[in-house]
Each structure stands twice: as C-alpha cells, then as structure tokens.
C-alpha cells in the first residue's frame, strides 16, 4: 500500500493539487483500505477507494446492503475525510462478461485521454460498474471537461455517466460543460 502512496506523490508535478494534497489524499486512501481489509478480504477486494482534496469516492459492487453501508461508515473513520460519495452498488450476480465490459469501458476511456494533448488524464479516475461510468477528479477548465465527457459518450456499453469532477480554480475557462 505503501507503493500507492509514494507513486501517487511521485505524480504531482503533473496534477493540478499540491504536494500536499496529494500526500494527504494517498495517505487517507490507504488508511481507508487498511480497515476494510482489517474487517473483511471480501470488501477489501470488492470496494474501490478513491480520494481527491479529502473526498472519498466508493465504487464496486457488494453481496447485501449491510455491507455497503459498512464501507461507508469505516470510509467515514479515517482522518482528514471531509465527504464521501457512495457509488456501491449491490451485486447482481454480473457475469464475467458484465465484468470483462466494465473494465473494456474503463480502458477504453482512460486511453482516449490519455492520447488527448488537451487532457491532463492524470488528474482523472474512471471506474466502472454495471456499465456506469464513474468519473472523478479535477479538469484544468470548462473546454478540458467537455472534451472528457464527449469522450466517455463515445464509449460504447455504457449505460449510465456519473461525474464528480469540478473544474480547477486555476483554470482559464470557468464557463459550464
């Protein structure tokens, strides 16, 4: 876990957060999968963490309700969290192709922006469940927001996108998307 942290710190040069942030951010992510394992392998493995500027960002898919609130009540126990955002879902019994098309739509977006020039990709996380498109992260402006939203509608199989992206107060354009 440790590696996490020093590789999203060893990233900061290019994201639009601090130093700082970015320590505190991987920091938290890692005390929050700390006790997910410490109470369940299964929901270690089944729940994804993301952390941006102190938001936490659940994503995956759990055996019963009882869990999914679990993970958010142990998300909720680490220092320095100022929101968590649920997006765990409820098993369905997805096939491994449900899950093959998950990770096909993920890939899939991440390398559209990462060949896009005009995309700082890096400071983005896409997670997919059920063939819902998660988005969070930070966009250097308006016009970088479009273009990732165009991008995630070209995906084919997705069925729904969920966006917690904000707009940098560095940025230039600060109209809508």
Same mark, same amino acid.
């Not at 909720?76 to 409820?90: A, L, M, T």
């Given at each position: &876990? +440790?590696?996490?942290?020093?590789?999203?710190?060893?990233?900061?040069? &290019?994201? #639009?957060?601090?130093?700082?942030?970015?320590?505190?951010?991987?920091?938290?992510?890692?005390? @929050?999968?700390?006790?997910?394992?410490?109470?369940?392998?299964?929901?270690? /493995?089944? /729940?994804?963490?993301? /952390?941006? #500027?102190?938001?936490?960002?659940?994503?995956?898919?759990? =055996?019963?309700?009882?869990?999914?609130?679990?993970?958010?009540?142990?998300?909720?126990?680490?220092?320095?969290v100022r929101e968590v955002k649920n997006e765990i879902q409820i098993r369905d019994h997805s096939s491994l192709l449900d899950v093959a098309k998950d990770k096909w739509i993920s890939a899939k977006l991440r390398f559209k +922006?990462?060949?896009?020039? #005009?995309?700082?990709? @890096?400071?983005?996380?896409?997670?997919?469940?059920?063939?819902?498109?998660?988005? &969070?992260?930070?966009?250097?402006?308006?016009?970088?927001?479009?273009?990732?939203?165009?991008?995630?509608?070209?995906?084919?199989?997705?069925?729904?996108?969920?966006?917690?992206?904000?707009?940098?107060?560095?940025?230039?354009?600060?109209? =809508? =998307?």
């Amino acid at each position: &876990m +440790l590696t996490g942290a020093g590789a999203e710190v060893g990233s900061a040069t &290019m994201e #639009e957060r601090s130093y700082s942030s970015i320590l505190d951010d991987a920091t938290i992510g890692t005390q @929050i999968k700390g006790n997910l394992f410490n109470f369940s392998t299964s929901l270690f /493995v089944d /729940v994804n963490v993301t /952390v941006k #500027e102190g938001s936490v960002f659940l994503t995956g898919s759990v =055996p019963t309700p009882k869990l999914r609130i679990q993970a958010i009540k142990i998300a909720w126990q680490s220092d320095g969290v100022r929101e968590v955002k649920n997006e765990i879902q409820i098993r369905d019994h997805s096939s491994l192709l449900d899950v093959a098309k998950d990770k096909w739509i993920s890939a899939k977006l991440r390398f559209k +922006l990462t060949l896009d020039k #005009e995309i700082r990709s @890096i400071n983005y996380s896409i997670d997919t469940v059920n063939r819902h498109l998660y988005l &969070m992260g930070i966009a250097t402006s308006a016009r970088e927001l479009k273009r990732v939203f165009a991008y995630a509608r070209s995906v084919r199989h997705v069925r729904k996108i969920v966006s917690y992206v904000r707009i940098s107060h560095k940025g230039n354009d600060k109209g =809508p =998307p």
